[in-house]
């Protein structure tokens, strides 16, 4: 399929039936440095002949018609910082220019409504736009990425967003009670219901969340809230080895249920790292041992989750599966403890590195995998450095690879195509995912081809094509 | 669309070319009175020109790829429990007949994962079969209906079945990792990766999940457990509305958290038919409140479940919320107390209801509902009894009408339209669904085009025919 024999540019007299449309502030032609062009990594710059800015669902469902009818391609926007290529569209030889569509200005929280545990909000509203929402609603809304303050819920929604709580909550996708949506033929998906139980055809929401923009716009959701909890208790455990890690997340688990809401594994590399570029940020254990679990339990009052964690934490260490623990002891100390995870992706961009893998596997499987990987690496790239981390709860490594100390990581960018093979071709033979939470925007769709399942992928395309005839919807983004 | 146009009645040389390859335990004539071709509401009697029980995905998919090339219809049929009708295909004049198609020999446990708390069993395995394959793990997978010792995974998945848990771990879809599946095309997606976090296109299992049939028949699936809880606390409330029972219900959890694993909505109704056709049943209050809640908390070893339950109800009397309670002090009462609940619907069925309603509402509106309703249906039916239960913290209530005493429900056969009329515009006007769990099947194709949103079903309409051009899935069920 060539999506550019359906595609057409805009014409003159189309552009300016926009401008009348969504007025100044809601057609605007793209500055030569516009940020909205742009994405986090830098390794592509987007193009469009002009970026619209709907006010409302009416407003996106009316572009989207004209562009249906015209054939024009729309790149939705959201927060614009998703790390696989997809919410811009590069220029390509031949290729018809299209729109970008941000949903920046549909961002009010349409309804709060703490008795049926749900807010519902525009796609424009950030991440912490909701939690704030849900907490004014005296409810959690439990999504939690380090981006959080930029990325928009229209974004985190389209890619499926994981991040830190997912063991307890689950991605984005579980955390959604209905959506509506902007669908390719500029028909508009009415499906805000606030019902927990809904049987009545084919799942919509979960088809849309998820698909990166290639089925439609999401313009709102209705978002499934939680109750606040009211005692936490976090602590930092030196573990023998990543087999140990996942004995001691089931020991946890056994005595604690859902309460446990994290259960990070992370190695001493980058801590290293955190200790060079982070200072601040500081291991409570001394001395930092070469593997890390940060985990989290909360529940709400009376429910003694500090003492209930001490104590599993003690059959723990009576099961050889902790050598050292700290359990902060204040709420600065759970900040402090927090702070150590969550920096050490700034610490990452700062060291620079070669190679970055978003990767999961079937939690029995991620020793296997660490145990073969490194080998591997380091056959293929002597003395590079590895920064594996992730959420051991949901089998997610980030799995990064960095030069030798002192090298630059130019140095090693004929190498890059290999380290990413070998790892992978691991997670695969491991029965994992070479995306777990970032999706495949523009940077994967090769890794996509090679890995996914071959019935899908014909499944996907037939979808595509039945919703979409001509491709207006993110071009180039999932399918090539 | 008329599907009849581009099916085909199977001849005489495909049927033995089926026997062939399915040898004379996979192949069947069906016999006249067949129980594979009833349902258990006896409103229709299906028909097939051969009963094929294909022993694994492959011999599956070489049916499929037969049907597919010939046209030939094929309805899956699983533990025939559905309450719809989707699991049968009446004859119908000048109709072509086609396969009835049962997942009954692929019931093996292909594997147990404690430690990725997942299994993963063929479509043919029972639900209690999979609960019982959890248990052996050391796990809990906690869907529970009242056919679970007759329905099996295929199609609970394929009507994304609900039952007690669902406001703790969430409907049937909530709780697969992956599925396996033949698709209409006779290709195998596989899909059985025991993946936490998979960000790589579109989500097929989502989309086949409550598809009852249409889009391809499910093979297998790798299930999501859960820690067995070690502990419970499970107690009967009397309350004085159901505007109290949901503040209860907020007002435990946000005491409890996630461990409030049921609450149930329960009128006295129901328990006055118990006390006539199933008096082992009984309500643990006397005298008996217009309204109980039913609620029960559980989570590990040491999580003073019983204590902490107490609490939370003491906080409900205080705020008159409830009116009198029993918490049960052994597994002894706690069984009693569930069997006043489960023993509900089969007192029902020996009242004999005029009309049952599956309904769901968001939790603030299911008062409204039920204060809107009953006068409603008394205007239109006078003397009937309402017999009104359900999942509160699911919005979910099956709403059931009942003959006056003493007369047959025959009397009321020309006012059925119109109480089903009556509920279903009411539950639509407070932002609900007319299919909470049961799904569409035949009996609700009307519903679902009546109350569907229409942008929604139009994609239906498209994806359906992108993945089965000729429509030989479940010819019938959802679309009609």
Redesign the interface.
């Known amino acids: 399929m060539n999506d550019m024999s359906r595609l057409a540019a805009p014409s003159a007299a189309f552009l300016d039936g926009l401008r009348e449309l969504l007025g100044p502030k809601g057609a605007q032609d793209p500055e030569p440095e516009d940020p909205r062009l742009s994405e986090p990594r830098d390794r592509w710059r987007g193009s469009a002949a002009m970026i619209v800015r709907p006010a409302s669902t009416e407003e996106t469902a009316e572009v989207v018609r004209r562009c249906a009818e015209a054939g024009v391609a729309i790149t939705p926007y959201s927060g614009g910082t998703g790390l696989v290529g997809g919410q811009l569209r590069p220029e390509t030889p031949g290729g018809a220019p299209g729109l970008l569509l941000s949903t920046d200005r549909m961002n009010r929280v349409r309804l709060s ?6 807010v519902v909000v525009e796609a424009g509203v950030t991440l912490s736009g909701a939690q704030e929402a849900a907490e004014k609603a005296g409810r959690l809304f439990p999504l939690s990425i380090a981006s959080e303050g930029t990325a928009r819920i229209g974004g985190v929604l389209s ?2 967003a ?1 991040g830190l709580a ?3 909550y ?2 984005a ?2 955390l959604v009670l209905g959506v509506e949506a902007v ?1 390719p033929d500029g ?5 805000l ?12 929401r ?2 849309l ?3 990166e923009g290639t ?1 439609g716009v999401i313009t709102a959701a209705a978002l499934r809230l ?2 606040r ?1 009211a005692e936490w208790a976090t602590a930092f455990c030196a573990v023998p080895s990543p087999d140990a890690a ?1 004995e001691l997340l ?1 020991l946890v ?7 446990v809401s994290a259960f990070e594994l992370i190695h001493k590399t980058g801590i290293d790292f955190l200790a060079e570029h982070v200072p601040d940020a500081r291991h409570p254990l001394d001395p930092v041992p070469e593997w890390s679990v940060l985990t989290e339990a ?7 989750m500090q003492a ?1 964690l001490e ?1 599993a934490l003690e059959a723990g260490f009576e099961a050889g599966l902790i050598e050292d623990a700290a359990v902060a002891q204040s709420e600065a100390q759970r900040a402090a403890f927090w702070q150590v995870r969550e920096s050490i992706p700034e610490a990452n961009r700062k060291v620079g590195a070669v190679s970055n893998h978003d990767v ?5 499987k991620v020793a296997d995998f660490i145990r073969a990987a490194g080998p591997a690496i380091e056959a293929a790239a002597p003395g590079t450095r590895i920064n594996c981390f992730g ?1 051991l ?4 490594l980030h799995y990064n690879v960095y030069p030798a100390p002192g090298r630059p990581k130019e140095d090693y960018d004929n190498l890059r195509p290999e380290i990413k093979r070998i790892v992978h071709d691991l997670i695969d033979a491991h ?10 925007g523009r940077l ?1 769709v090769g890794e ?1 081809a090679r ?10 395309r ?2 595509k ?3 979409d005839p001509r491709g207006i919807m993110n071009p180039g983004a ?1 399918f090539g």
Do not use: C, Q, W
Request: aromatic share 4%; net charge negative.
């Open positions: 409504a703490p008795e049926d545990d749900a890619t499926n994981g997912v063991l307890r689950g991605m996708r579980d669908l028909s508009i998906h009415h499906g219901k606030l019902l927990r139980k809904n049987n009545t055809g084919y799942d919509l979960h088809l969340i998820g698909a089925l939680y109750p909890p996942l089931h688990r056994e005595r604690m249920g859902e309460t909360a529940s709400g009052a009376g429910s003694e209930r104590a999961s596997a079937p939690m029995s959420h709860g949901d089998g997610n029965g994992g995912s070479f995306s777990a939470e970032h999706g495949i994967k996509l890995y996914g399942d071959p019935a899908k992928l014909a499944a996907m037939a979808i094509a039945a919703l999932l």
